[in-house]
Every structure is written in structure tokens, then in C-alpha cells.
């Protein structure tokens, strides 16, 4: 039976939003892709009519997850007073903790593409923008330093919070973290 483009198109979406949340959720390396295709409703031979390979998948979930978050960034900062308060808050937070699926990908991805020998692009865009957003929020000569400083605190506290099995510890992580980065801002 043949399908439609539409009908190809949606599939093509799942796979690569499906994708998205697992590699954030799970990591690259443990999101196999015969249960993600099964998960789906989809046999693992159909990924190949999508993908030339999983890296292929690798790449273009991480650009998906991309856009998803700097449209949520953006909604979230919205008339902020203190948008870069607002962006430690949220990213620093124990809901994003609770969702790497749903959230930044630079704790879960990036440390594994790394470590796979196999940086990416799209990281690279990322923490580009993460750098632009802290930085055009800080005044002064060592804004930029001082934004690649944030950005590493931030994304070392959240998977440090992530990794650890205290709940106590973990959120000492996130709330020590996020009020000395809140007062470098303020201070900014």
C-alpha cells in the first residue's frame, strides 16, 4: 500500500520529535532504534525511508530540539523584567531537571558527542545563541567571559543534578548555583 507525501511527512516529524526527546532523555547511545521505530507503530526497516543512518537522526533531532527550545526560551523570556534572572531561573530549575527530554540537550548530547569523538554543528549553534542571549543581558568589558562562565556553571549544575542519587545534594546543586549566577547578573 502507498502512502501519501502528507502521510510520510507526519511519520517523518514523529520519528524526528520521538528522537528529539529520547537522545535528550535517554542519550545517543542508548536510544536504539528498533524500540524507538517500535514505540512509534513502525517497523525498524521504515527507518530507512527517513534516514540515511542514526547519525543522520542524531543531527536532525538536535536541530529539532534547537528550535523547540529557543521558541520556548524566547515565550518564557518574553516581557521579563530580568530576562537573564528569568533564563537562570527556568534553566536551574527542578522541573527542568525532572524533564531532559523536554529541555536543554547541551547536558545530555554534548557530553556524549563529545566523548563519541563526534561533536556536532548544531551544538555549536546552541551554545552560540546560549552565549548571545547571557551576554546581550551583562554590561561591561568581560561580558563575553562572563557569559561563557554562566553558560558552563549552568550546564554543569543541571547535569551534576541530574547525576547524583540525593535529593538534598541535587537541589543544593541547582539553588547554590542558580543564586550566585543571579547575583553575578545583578551585579552585571
Given at each position: 500500500m502507498?502512502?501519501?507525501?502528507?502521510?510520510?511527512?507526519k511519520?517523518?516529524?514523529?520519528?524526528?520529535?520521538?528522537?528529539?526527546?529520547?537522545?535528550?532523555?535517554?542519550?545517543?547511545?542508548?536510544?536504539?532504534?528498533?524500540?524507538?521505530?517500535?514505540?512509534?507503530g513502525?517497523?525498524?526497516?521504515?527507518?530507512?525511508?527517513?534516514?540515511?543512518?542514526?547519525?543522520?537522526?542524531v543531527?536532525?533531532?538536535?536541530?529539532?530540539?534547537v528550535?523547540?527550545?529557543?521558541?520556548?526560551?524566547?515565550?518564557?523570556?518574553?516581557?521579563?523584567?530580568?530576562?537573564?534572572?528569568?533564563?537562570?531561573?527556568?534553566?536551574?530549575?527542578?522541573?527542568?531537571?525532572?524533564?531532559?527530554?523536554?529541555?536543554?540537550?547541551?547536558?545530555?548530547?554534548?557530553?556524549?558527542?563529545?566523548?563519541?569523538?563526534?561533536?556536532s554543528?548544531?551544538?555549536?549553534?546552541?551554545v552560540?545563541?546560549?552565549?548571545?542571549?547571557?551576554?546581550?543581558?551583562l554590561?561591561?568589558?568581560?561580558?563575553?567571559?562572563?557569559?561563557?562562565?554562566?553558560?558552563?556553571?549552568?550546564?554543569?549544575?543541571?547535569?551534576?543534578?541530574?547525576?547524583?542519587?540525593?535529593?538534598?545534594?541535587?537541589?543544593?546543586?541547582?539553588?547554590?548555583?542558580?543564586?550566585?549566577?543571579?547575583?553575578?547578573?545583578?551585579?552585571?
Amino acid at each position: 500500500m502507498r502512502y501519501s507525501e502528507d502521510h510520510k511527512a507526519k511519520t517523518h516529524q514523529r520519528i524526528i520529535e520521538e528522537a528529539a526527546l529520547r537522545f535528550r532523555r535517554d542519550g545517543v547511545g542508548a536510544t536504539g532504534l528498533q524500540p524507538l521505530m517500535k514505540a512509534l507503530g513502525l517497523t525498524h526497516g521504515g527507518f530507512y525511508a527517513h534516514f540515511k543512518s542514526k547519525d543522520d537522526l542524531v543531527e536532525t533531532a538536535l536541530q529539532h530540539a534547537v528550535q523547540t527550545l529557543e521558541s520556548s526560551t524566547a515565550e518564557s523570556l518574553e516581557g521579563a523584567e530580568a530576562p537573564l534572572q528569568t533564563f537562570i531561573q527556568h534553566y536551574l530549575s527542578s522541573l527542568h531537571r525532572a524533564n531532559p527530554g523536554a529541555g536543554c540537550p547541551l547536558p545530555t548530547i554534548s557530553a556524549e558527542l563529545g566523548q563519541r569523538g563526534e561533536p556536532s554543528a548544531t551544538s555549536d549553534v546552541i551554545v552560540r545563541n546560549r552565549l548571545a542571549l547571557i551576554e546581550n543581558n551583562l554590561e561591561g568589558e568581560d561580558a563575553k567571559d562572563e557569559s561563557v562562565l554562566m553558560l558552563s556553571a549552568m550546564v554543569g549544575a543541571l547535569l551534576l543534578s541530574r547525576s547524583v542519587k540525593d535529593p538534598e545534594l541535587s537541589d543544593r546543586l541547582l539553588k547554590t548555583t542558580r543564586r550566585l549566577l543571579i547575583e553575578q547578573a545583578q551585579d552585571a
